[in-house]
């Protein structure tokens, strides 16, 4: 593991029919449409709810509609932020990757893009991850209890988890769903992360569902 770099996500506001802007500069990052379209690396069309890993130099077109995006990337913790350029672009949350629990020094990480949907009242029982990762909402509303405090999120509110410290999920009213971005020990590639606190819980009933959409192994970032 190494304390030299950290998780950030951003959010890029595209007007409709803007203009080609500069690329995103190169970095390990995943993309994420939360709505309208994008179009990415030349040909790579994107609509809501789509993802895309990329670690190129990565030019965004928006679509007629114009789009909301929340961009992923590894970046050095002492790196400036990285803005879009042709977009109202801001840096949401940050978190350090030095909780990833690799076998060793040498493992690979993984970047894993994926969302979490409850039913109305659904709840995650007090587990923790193998490594960290960013949630933000994408519908509904939830209280995420951790590290002895509770916290409630609205849709496009982001939260940071460690991995290590136990956290309880509770989703309002209403049917709720997160994405998150974690980045995990790449022996985790195609498998849960999650650890249940109280054991006797692995093998209850579960509110949530999964959907994954990106599971790329991305080596180890260097400077």
């Known amino acids: 593991m190494s304390d030299a770099f950290?998780?950030?996500m951003y959010r890029d506001i595209y007007a409709p029919g803007a203009a080609p802007a500069l690329p995103l500069k190169a970095a390990h990052r995943v993309i994420y449409v939360f709505s309208g379209a994008i179009t990415v690396l030349g040909d790579k069309a994107l609509s809501a709810d789509d993802g895309l890993y990329?670690?190129?130099?990565?030019?965004?077109l928006a679509g007629p509609a114009g789009a909301v995006v929340w961009r992923y990337e590894i970046a050095a913790q002492d790196a400036a932020e990285s803005l879009a350029d042709g977009a109202q672009s801001a840096l949401l949350l940050s978190g350090p990757l030095t909780t990833i629990d690799v076998a060793d020094a040498s493992e690979d990480w993984l970047l894993r893009l994926d969302s979490v949907a409850f039913p109305a009242g659904g709840c995650a029982l007090r587990h923790t991850h193998r490594g960290p990762g960013i949630r933000c909402l994408v519908e509904g509303d939830i209280r995420i209890d951790a590290e002895g405090a509770s916290h409630p999120f609205g849709v496009g509110a982001p939260?940071?988890?460690a991995?290590?410290?136990?956290?309880?999920a509770q989703a309002g009213d209403q049917p709720t769903r997160f994405v998150r971005v974690s980045v995990l020990p790449a022996s985790l590639k195609g498998t849960s992360s999650i650890r249940y606190v109280d054991p006797e819980d692995a093998a209850r009933p579960k509110d949530q569902s999964y959907r994954g959409y990106i599971d790329q192994v991305i080596g180890r970032p260097s400077r």
């Open 163 to 168: 991995g290590p410290d136990p956290v309880f």
């Open 6 to 8: 950290e998780l950030r």
């Open 54 to 60: 990329a670690k190129s130099a990565m030019p965004v």
């Open 159 to 161: 939260w940071f988890e």
